[in-house]
């Protein structure tokens, strides 16, 4: 019987929604914080009294005392790159040993996911995706093709080296005849794997009996979602996605937490809209406007430093990801960055050659024929800095708000005005479904 309760924190949009903040504010409630996909592609920003942590593969519940977390088996691991941010974390004071642990059915990633990567990137005829240059697809592939090596498999050195021999040989005469690469070196390799391998052991668990376990306690879950939903393998931009499902599906799937056991779903999206790397993005602003959003929202890529795109609030694409998602209630993030605005266009629908539709397109090639329908919504023109009940807000950005419900049929429950945890905003009656999941009520402490 399961008695605890959960709730799963999805990007709504292309990544980069302030999910990081968001998962660290809630935290706060939670025993247990899961992240079930995706690898060190993600960035998830928390600032605790003006310390700043950007964390990739560690769940931000690591920064809150007697939180555990948890990596699960749909996250793809990169163990060196694991090992740095939990030896960054050390050396900042956080605790990481007996409260995180690692799916012991993760999937790893090896040098020659990367060299792959980086070839295809750059290899003439092949779409350009604008990844993060982690190899977190070619380690996908490698799962779904069967052939991966999990993080059980990297703690038995006898495997260990076979896996690298076998999949070196492979890997090397597929790089060497496609895209001309130097071959990497096995038993190098193996070496360097097999010595970190008994610092990997103490993290790994079987994070699903774990997470079974937690929850037969009573003890409640938040899964913290990476990337967002237009960059899900399924329901995104594709092929200008990542490699996992970042929906709150993925959640299931990514750490063998039943269906059934999923008791709400947070969809997590910016007051306007931003995306990294190529593909479609409807309601981008090629204008100055784009220029100013990202200077006034610092939009740059938490891991790679590149420069995000900006556009507006796109309204058919929040339908769409509460559709997929099965959003219960939206977080608003970054509504600060709107507030000198004299006007704020937000896209209500899209046409396609002429016709107004809801339905995003199958093919990438469709959206280039989406014509975005505006409306203007009046600015604020306040600075909403400081202000700490949703009541409080300027009339204008309540407005604002409470057309993304009515245009979207999904509640707000929180606002975010800037990065610290103080700087956000709980409506009431999210707050007490808060309360009815996990027995406490959220403050907004800036301490850890
Ligand atoms: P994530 O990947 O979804 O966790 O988001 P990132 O951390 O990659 O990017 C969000 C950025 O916005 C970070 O730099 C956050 O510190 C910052 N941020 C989060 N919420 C707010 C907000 O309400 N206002 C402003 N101005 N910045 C915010
Ligand atoms: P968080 O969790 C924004 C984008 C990359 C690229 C595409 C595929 O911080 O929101 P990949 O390396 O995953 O194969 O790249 O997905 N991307 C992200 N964009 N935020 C992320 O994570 C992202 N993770 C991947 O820029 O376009
Ligand atoms: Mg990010």
Redesign the pocket.
């Known amino acids: 019987m399961i008695k605890g309760k959960t709730a799963v924190i999805i990007?709504a949009q292309w990544?980069?929604?302030?999910?990081?903040?968001?998962?660290d504010v809630l935290s706060e409630n939670f025993s247990i914080v899961a992240r079930y996909a995706g690898g060190h592609n993600?960035?998830?920003?928390?600032?605790i009294g003006g310390k700043?942590f950007?964390?990739q593969l560690v769940p931000?519940g690591v920064l809150r005392d007697g939180c555990c977390s948890v990596i699960g088996n749909g996250v793809v691991l990169d163990p060196m790159a694991f090992l740095k941010e939990v030896g960054t974390l050390r050396d900042a004071g956080v605790k990481v040993d007996g409260n995180l642990f690692v799916s012991n059915r993760a999937h790893v990633i090896l040098p020659y996911h990367r060299m792959i990567e980086l070839a295809a990137e750059n290899a003439p005829g092949r779409v350009k995706i604008g990844t993060t240059s982690r190899g977190i697809g070619p380690a996908y592939e490698d799962k779904m093709g069967r052939r991966g090596l999990r993080v059980a498999d990297l703690l038995d050195l006898k495997l260990l080296r076979k896996h690298i021999e076998n999949a070196c040989r492979e890997k090397n005469m597929i790089a060497h005849a496609l895209f001309n690469s130097e071959p990497l070196d096995p038993e190098k390799m193996y070496h360097e794997y097999a010595a970190i391998a008994g610092k990997i052991a103490p993290f790994v668990r079987d994070t699903a009996t774990f997470l079974h376990n937690a929850l037969k306690r009573g003890e409640s879950i938040v899964f913290e979602g990476?990337?967002?939903t237009m960059l899900d393998i399924d329901h995104g931009t594709y092929p200008f996605v990542t490699s996992s499902s970042a929906t709150s599906g993925g959640a299931v799937i990514g750490t063998g937490v039943a269906p059934t056991a999923i008791t709400s779903v947070i969809g997590?999206t910016?007051?306007y809209c931003t995306r990294v790397g190529e593909g479609p993005f409807p309601s981008e602003i090629h204008d100055k406007q784009g220029e100013e959003l990202r200077a006034?929202?610092?939009?740059y890529?938490?891991?790679t430093g590149r420069p995000r795109r900006c556009g507006w609030l796109d309204l058919p694409l929040l339908r769409y990801s509460a559709a997929i998602n099965g959003v219960s209630w939206w977080v608003v993030?970054?509504?600060?960055?709107l507030d000198e605005l004299d006007e704020v266009p937000v896209c209500v629908g899209y046409k396609i050659d002429g016709k107004a539709t809801d339905e995003p397109p199958a093919q990438g090639c469709g959206y280039d024929s989406i014509e975005c329908i505006y409306r203007k919504l009046p600015g604020w023109r306040t600075s909403t800095e400081g202000i700490t009940e949703i009541s409080k807000l300027p009339a204008r950005a309540k407005e604002y708000l409470k057309f993304l419900e009515d245009e979207t049929g999904a509640q707000v429950g929180m606002?975010?005005?800037?990065?610290g945890r103080e700087?956000?905003m709980l409506v009431d009656s999210f707050n007490a479904e808060m309360e009815s999941l996990t027995g406490r009520k959220t403050r907004l402490t800036a301490t850890p």
């Open positions: 990007g990544g980069d929604e302030g999910k990081g903040k968001i998962v993600a960035g998830h920003t928390v600032i700043k950007i964390l931000c990476a990337q967002g997590v910016k007051a006034r929202g610092n939009e890529g938490a891991v993030t970054k509504l600060d960055v606002v975010s005005t800037g990065p700087q956000t």
